[in-house]
């Protein structure tokens, strides 16, 4: 391996490398393969030796390579803001999140923020009392790890304009609380996107969908004038800026360049998808489903846009060129957006499936609409299901049942939600396990080459953009813990090298 970086120059060849993702396929056998690379592109690949390199080399050792992986649901600046905020995914209550709140430093804009809390087990619930006593005058903000919730002590009530009895804020409110706490100046939300981009780059990443709820189409190109060159991006708009995006002419899958470009960064920035968020979440119990959350008769969750209101949006996000990406959890949800995409014509995505009816599987495939989701979701949430939807009869983070369908399934982490690392929801997806217990339903766990399919947009075959990452183990002979810890000895993108090990 060479020492490299982001602004190196490509390299023009990948030596003495194995196959072992998509594009093996093509070969005759396992046997090492030189990889020439240019103008971003892989353009041959034959036997170590044969290939005459034209510039530097990249040597792998034997080491074996994938396409560049990607991370189809990550919500970007939140996930890079969390390293600056309190960590409170193992707390076990709400009096032990709000003693830990106690002595965290405000931010430099005055608020206390900690993030990634669980309450749907908790045996005491948030309320306002138990975190003012703890907080006191400063303003506490504990956002849910779902981020369909937000838990405000009445000093951070107070400085929003906010009222709530028991100090909860849920669905749109919450995501306005996020959209808020999010709002730093961009050159700090841009320094950490930056480094969370670098990081990315270190898992295999070379490309996300970005769902941050803000204006994208200027925050990128910025970015990438400022020098961020980690991986690629598809942005998303929401439907409280759809206007604007089809004022600006933005369609789905167009570059979207910076101005004066010098093109050495170059077609790193799409336009993706208009989201919708149709429901709520399982750790809020407010997705929508067909039964009753248990002790609640009354809760079926929620639907936050009405039927005719969903159809109507992707119909203008259809005639306007864009796709849509409709988070939809429960299973009242999913067929509600399916519903909506028959009608309307329209294509793209549900994002997060987690609750399925039987029925609805075949329509995925049928209306050409992509299941995207998270698996590591599926071991985060396993006694969550068991508690809240144990009487549901719709099928729970299908999988195999969606690939059997003939339905395209495209995986990511929900970032900050999960980890924003491929391998983890790779190694979710075909172990179904990530502790001492047994897979959790492993009827639905699927093939390490159905996992990868799952995580890349090319192949390592001529003719296909030279996005490529070399792993230290071969993904087809590993365990599923081997997968969650895959070292990534380098990671290209375009044929310029972005991390190595």
Not at 99 to 107: E, F, I, K, Q, Y
Not at 220 to 235: C, L, N, Q, S, Y
Not at 324 to 346: E, N, Q, Y
Not at 351 to 360: F, N, S, W, Y
């Amino acid at each position: 391996m060479r020492e490299n970086s982001p602004s190196s120059e490509p390299i023009a060849m990948i030596r003495a490398v194995r196959i072992g993702g998509p594009g093996r396929e093509f070969l005759l056998d396992d046997e090492p393969v030189d990889i020439q690379i240019a103008e971003g592109h892989i353009v041959d690949i034959a036997p170590t030796g044969t290939l005459r390199p034209q510039g530097e080399v990249l040597d792998a050792d034997g080491t074996w390579a994938v396409p560049g992986l990607w991370d189809n649901h990550v919500h970007t600046v939140q996930w890079a803001l969390a390293a600056e905020r309190e960590p409170l995914g193992l707390v076990v209550s709400a009096a032990e999140a709000a003693r830990r709140m106690t002595h965290v430093a405000p931010l430099a804009d005055g608020r206390r923020v900690g993030s990634g809390y669980r309450d749907a087990l908790w045996s005491d619930a948030p309320d306002l009392f138990t975190l003012d006593a703890a907080t006191g005058d400063v303003p506490t903000y504990l956002i849910n790890a779902d981020v369909h919730s937000v838990w405000l002590n009445s000093a951070a009530l107070r400085r929003e304009g906010f009222h709530s009895v028991d100090g909860i804020l849920r669905e749109e409110d919450a995501f306005e609380i996020s959209r808020r706490l999010n709002a730093v100046d961009p050159a700090h939300s841009d320094r950490a996107v930056q480094q969370a981009g670098e990081q990315a780059a270190s898992r295999g990443v070379t490309g996300l969908v970005d769902f941050d709820m803000a204006w994208n189409a200027e925050a990128w190109p910025r970015r990438i004038a400022a020098g961020f060159a980690a991986h690629r991006v598809e942005f998303a708009v929401y439907p409280f800026d759809l206007d604007r995006a089809i004022a600006a002419g933005l369609r789905t899958g167009e570059l979207l360049e910076p101005e004066g470009d010098p093109s050495a960064r170059g077609g790193l920035v799409r336009v993706g998808p208009l989201k919708i968020i149709s429901d709520g979440s399982l750790g809020t119990r407010t997705a929508a489903c067909s039964h009753a959350y248990p002790g609640d008769p009354a809760n079926f969750g929620v639907l936050n846009v009405p039927r005719d209101a969903l159809i109507e949006a992707l119909v203008t996000a259809t005639g306007a060129g864009l796709s849509v990406a409709v988070h939809a959890i429960g299973d009242r949800a999913t067929t509600s957006a399916l519903d909506a995409f028959t009608v309307s014509g329209a294509t793209g995505t549900i994002e997060h499936a987690q609750l399925v009816r039987h029925a609805d599987l075949a329509r995925f495939a049928r209306l050409g609409v992509s299941a995207s989701v998270q698996p590591q979701h599926a071991l985060d949430d396993r006694d969550l299901v068991e508690r809240h939807w144990a009487e549901q009869t719709a099928i729970g983070y299908p999988l195999a049942s969606l690939l059997a369908a003939g339905a395209e399934v495209r995986f990511g982490s929900d970032a900050p939600v999960a980890e924003l690392d491929p391998w983890r929801a790779i190694a979710a997806a075909v172990s179904r396990t990530d502790d001492e217990r047994e897979p959790w339903h492993p009827e639905e766990r699927v093939s390490v080459d159905q996992a990868l399919q799952a995580s890349v947009r090319s192949s390592i075959r001529p003719g296909e953009p030279a996005d490529i990452v070399l792993c230290g183990l071969n993904p087809q002979t590993s365990t599923g813990s081997e997968l969650r810890g895959m070292p990534v000895m380098a990671t290209v993108l375009a044929g310029r090298v972005t991390h190595t090990a």
